[in-house]
């Protein structure tokens, strides 16, 4: 069983969209599949068209302490569709840190959750909230690799800097190894600033990139109001086929997970040393004033992509283009 986190602190990157769309890519491809909310925003269960309120236990009943252990994930899920479950989330799960407060190995519920599953998944995917607080934490203790949906923002990487910092926490006081992986979302690659970020996530992540990338694409938006995966609300999509690449290149590296830790910890403060000289670099000229919107969560990133005037000002974008036209077909 591979288990999964999808994390960034930044809001609005591309987390909820990638563990809905990477589920159902695995799911399709004949691999059993458990996706758990772990968000009180409860987006990846929405997304999947299960009404929160409409459920009388969620995840949160499987970690608190107050129910004392008496409830098992599998006494939360939910059918999605065939090989995908989902443990859906609600709002309750924002007590769960109050809960939590002095318990001893509150680090390690979720972790303790998942092994007791008596179910057989190939995959266990973690839809983490754009924090770093203790749910984070949970998701990370429990996970073996962890996918870092990286938009094209400072901010992002911002993010990345952070968890980085607490996978590296984590192996030094829990002594657990959490593999980091960037995945590109939100990818335009007409615009000189996509360019330039995803050149610098190549540089800091190394091999720890996926090769596949997610592009920008209004399909994907569309998909959460209709309740769907995105394959199954329309297979052409080309943010479809960026999902099936991923899913893919995710199962490609089932034979290559064996990593030694000492290799994460060499990586993961690489990534650390690298992300931070590059925000170093550029503070003077980051795209903040432009982006503050970035600091929200939800649909921040979206809102917050500079308009293409704004862009050529601070000079992201290139001459030619200046005239950059819409970078998603699809969109109407
Ligand atoms: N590749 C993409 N192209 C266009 N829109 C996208 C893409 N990926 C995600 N979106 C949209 O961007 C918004 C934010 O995405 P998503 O909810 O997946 O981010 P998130 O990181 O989970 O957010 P949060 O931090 O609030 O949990 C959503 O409206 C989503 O539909
Ligand atoms: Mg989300």
Not at 121 to 131: E, K, N, Q
Not at 275 to 293: A, Q
């Amino acid at each position: 069983m591979r288990i999964i986190s999808v994390a960034n602190q930044k809001g609005g990157c591309g987390k909820t969209t990638t563990a809905i769309s990477l589920s159902s890519s695995l799911a399709l491809r004949g691999k059993k599949v458990l996706l758990i909310d772990c968000d009180p925003q409860a987006h990846a269960t929405i997304g999947l068209n299960v009404s929160p309120s409409e459920l009388e236990k969620n995840i949160y009943h499987v970690l608190t302490p107050k129910e004392s252990g008496t409830v098992g994930i599998e006494d939360v899920v939910q059918y999605v569709k065939e090989n995908f479950d989902l443990a859906p989330s609600s709002v309750i799960l924002s007590a769960l840190e109050q809960d939590l407060a002095g318990t001893q190995g509150r680090e390690n519920r979720l972790k303790d959750a998942i092994q007791a599953l008596q179910t057989a998944y190939d995959y266990v995917l973690i839809d983490c909230p754009p924090s770093v607080g203790l749910l984070c934490i949970n998701a990370l203790r429990a996970c073996d690799e962890v996918i870092i949906p990286i938009d094209m923002s400072l901010f992002s990487l911002r993010g990345v800097a952070k968890l980085v910092e607490i996978i590296l926490l984590i192996q030094e006081k829990l002594d657990h190894e959490v593999r980091p992986r960037a995945l590109i979302t939100m990818y335009d690659h007409r615009t000189r600033y996509s360019k330039q970020v995803l050149a610098k996530v190549k540089e800091t992540f190394g091999a720890n990139v996926f090769e596949s990338a997610i592009r920008y694409n209004i399909r994907l938006r569309e998909t959460v109001d209709h309740g769907l995966p995105i394959g199954d609300y329309d297979k052409h999509a080309i943010g479809y086929k960026d999902y099936e690449k991923l899913a893919e290149e995710v199962i490609r590296a089932e034979e290559e997970i064996h990593i030694p830790g000492q290799r994460i910890v060499e990586t993961a403060l690489g990534i650390l040393q690298n992300t931070e000289e590059y925000i170093d670099s550029v503070k003077e000229s980051e795209p903040e004033e432009v982006c503050t919107s970035h600091l929200g969560a939800g649909d921040g990133a979206y809102q917050c992509a500079p308009s293409v005037q704004e862009a050529v000002a601070e000079g992201f974008l290139t001459e030619t283009d200046e005239h950059w036209s819409d970078p998603d077909p699809e969109r109407e």
